[in-house]
């Protein structure tokens, strides 16, 4: 009897204790489940991140082989039309020099009597079409609306080169004078109105070339060479708008 009592007594404090030890375990055991989880997610959003980041290291990497790519052809395609302008340069100061070497010619037979101008025969010029018109109008634009004048020598020389010996040929050499003029790069000038006043003496443009030159040379300090070239207007062309600015220039010189 005595031993079923103890029995009854004991036995329910030992489950009582057990339950206690129970209770106080599971918080610990949640809570080291909760770490291994946040573990968990953290070592996954590394990995992420880690992974974007290799990403666009890679595209960086792309990217700048592709500005690479870009700063050569720029610097290829600088560097050819550095060539063809120089060599075009070179071109027309061979050209001009051979013109200034050549001899005046003689007038001709039907020269008026009265005034001395030589009668300048004039040549069929090879009319441009819309594409060449269309490459001039964008010349004009860049010398006149945006004053762009190194990208108007330029392309006057890529035009000069692709329409040669045209109409608008003679006005693209007489506007590269006229831009080189105003940078003011003058003995460029000088070349480009000697070819249009000496190769092409029946162009509209011969005058107001003629009459550039003069001016350009009057600015290299060629002040002998400026008159002469001034008095050539006059007796040339003596009916055109170039003739009067020359006589102006004349006479403020003998002012």
Same mark, same amino acid.
């Given at each position: 009897?005595?031993?079923? #009592?103890? =029995?009854? +007594?004991?036995? /329910?404090?030992? #489950?009582?204790?057990?339950?206690?030890?129970?209770?106080?375990?599971? /918080? &610990?055991?949640? &809570?080291?489940?909760?770490?291994?989880?946040?573990?968990?997610?953290?070592?996954?959003?590394?990995?992420?991140?880690?992974?974007? *980041?290799?990403?666009?290291?890679?595209? +960086?990497?792309?990217?700048?082989?592709?500005?690479?790519?870009?700063?050569?052809?720029?610097?290829?395609?600088?560097k050819?039309?550095?060539?063809?302008?120089?060599?075009?340069?070179?071109?027309?100061?061979?050209l001009?020099?051979? #013109?200034?070497?050549?001899? &005046?010619?003689?007038?001709?037979?039907?020269?008026?009597?009265?005034?001395?101008a030589?009668?300048?025969?004039? $040549?069929?010029?090879?009319?441009?079409?819309?594409?060449?018109?269309?490459?001039?109008?964008?010349?004009?634009?860049?010398?006149?609306?945006?004053?762009?004048?190194?990208?108007? *020598?330029?392309?006057?020389? @890529?035009?000069?080169? !692709?329409?040669?010996? @045209? %109409?608008?040929? +003679?006005?693209?050499?007489?506007?590269? @004078?006229e831009?080189?003029?105003?940078?003011?790069? #003058?003995?460029?000038?000088?070349?480009?109105?000697?070819? +249009? =006043?000496?190769?092409?003496? %029946?162009? $509209?443009?011969? /005058?107001?070339?003629?009459?550039?030159?003069?001016? !350009?040379l009057?600015?290299?300090?060629?002040?002998?060479? =400026?008159?002469?070239?001034?008095?050539?207007? *006059?007796?040339?062309? /003596?009916?055109?708008?170039? =003739?009067?600015?020359? $006589?102006?220039?004349?006479?403020?010189?003998?002012?």
């Amino acid at each position: 009897m005595r031993k079923t #009592l103890m =029995a009854t +007594v004991v036995l /329910p404090f030992a #489950l009582g204790q057990t339950g206690v030890a129970l209770a106080q375990s599971t /918080p &610990s055991f949640q &809570s080291g489940n909760s770490a291994a989880q946040g573990n968990a997610v953290n070592n996954q959003g590394s990995a992420e991140l880690f992974y974007m *980041i290799q990403q666009l290291q890679e595209e +960086v990497r792309r990217l700048r082989g592709e500005v690479e790519e870009q700063r050569y052809q720029i610097d290829r395609l600088q560097k050819q039309g550095r060539d063809r302008y120089i060599d075009l340069d070179q071109r027309i100061l061979s050209l001009s020099e051979k #013109l200034a070497e050549q001899p &005046s010619a003689p007038a001709s037979a039907g020269s008026s009597a009265g005034s001395g101008a030589p009668v300048i025969e004039a $040549r069929e010029y090879r009319q441009p079409d819309a594409e060449e018109r269309e490459a001039y109008a964008e010349i004009q634009d860049l010398i006149r609306n945006h004053k762009n004048y190194d990208e108007a *020598i330029t392309q006057i020389y @890529g035009f000069i080169d !692709t329409y040669p010996e @045209g %109409d608008l040929t +003679v006005n693209a050499y007489y506007w590269l @004078g006229e831009v080189y003029l105003v940078k003011p790069q #003058l003995e460029q000038a000088k070349q480009a109105f000697t070819i +249009v =006043a000496t190769r092409y003496p %029946d162009h $509209r443009k011969a /005058p107001d070339a003629l009459y550039k030159l003069g001016v !350009t040379l009057d600015k290299l300090g060629e002040a002998e060479q =400026a008159r002469v070239r001034m008095q050539t207007v *006059i007796d040339s062309y /003596p009916d055109s708008s170039a =003739a009067d600015l020359a $006589r102006k220039f004349l006479g403020a010189e003998a002012g």
